[in-house]
């Protein structure tokens, strides 16, 4: 078998250690490293809704604002509030107030397929008649929204229905509404 002489095999331990972590030390000063993940507010989008309703004595007034993030171009899941006034002169006034969780998914581009989960307060007082006494209703209404709409850049537009709809109870007159959604 050959000896191989000390100062060869320093010597190439020295040029393999070299090579390395001078690619090290090279790779430390350039930045190449490709970020393909955004930062969090990146993909967050505000939005909501603003409405005011007056009429010979009926007053309705709401807003409801919203969030939604970004988990990737399908998925987007978000929350909401909502605070609302409706009063009709002589009749009753109400307070609205809550939230809600929202998903949003687009399985193409135009098409938006929403569930919404919505928790809100009712305060009314209704006021005295002739014929009854005034008194106030307090409760908590909870509905489940099943929609669908066409997608055209922040805006969709479409309709969705209350699973969860009950005549006596529920906010809305009906179960069906049509909304509007903008995000920016």
């Known amino acids: 078998m050959k000896k191989i002489h000390p100062s060869i095999v320093f010597r190439s331990f020295f040029v393999i250690m070299f090579s390395l972590f001078s690619n090290l030390i090279i790779a430390q000063g350039q930045n190449n490293v490709i970020d393909n993940n955004p930062p969090f507010w990146d993909k967050v989008q505000f939005g909501g809704g603003l409405g005011l309703g007056i ?34 002169k002589n009749q009753y006034h109400s307070y609205v107030y809550g939230g809600s969780l929202v998903g949003l998914v687009n399985p193409i581009p135009e098409i938006q397929l929403s569930v919404e ?56 007159g009906s179960a069906f509404m049509p909304f509007v959604r903008v995000y920016f």
């Open 55 to 88: 009429g010979s004595g009926y007053t309705d007034i709401s807003v409801m604002p919203s969030a939604i993030y970004n988990v990737n171009e399908i998925v987007a899941v978000g929350v909401g509030l909502q605070f609302g006034y409706l009063s009709s």
């Open 117 to 172: 989960l919505e928790q809100v307060r009712v305060n009314t007082e209704y006021e005295s008649t002739n014929n009854f006494p005034g008194f106030t209703d307090n409760y908590w209404n909870t509905a489940l929204y099943l929609g669908a709409g066409y997608r055209t850049g922040n805006v969709t537009i479409g309709a969705r229905y209350d699973v969860l709809f009950n005549d006596d109870r529920s906010l809305y």
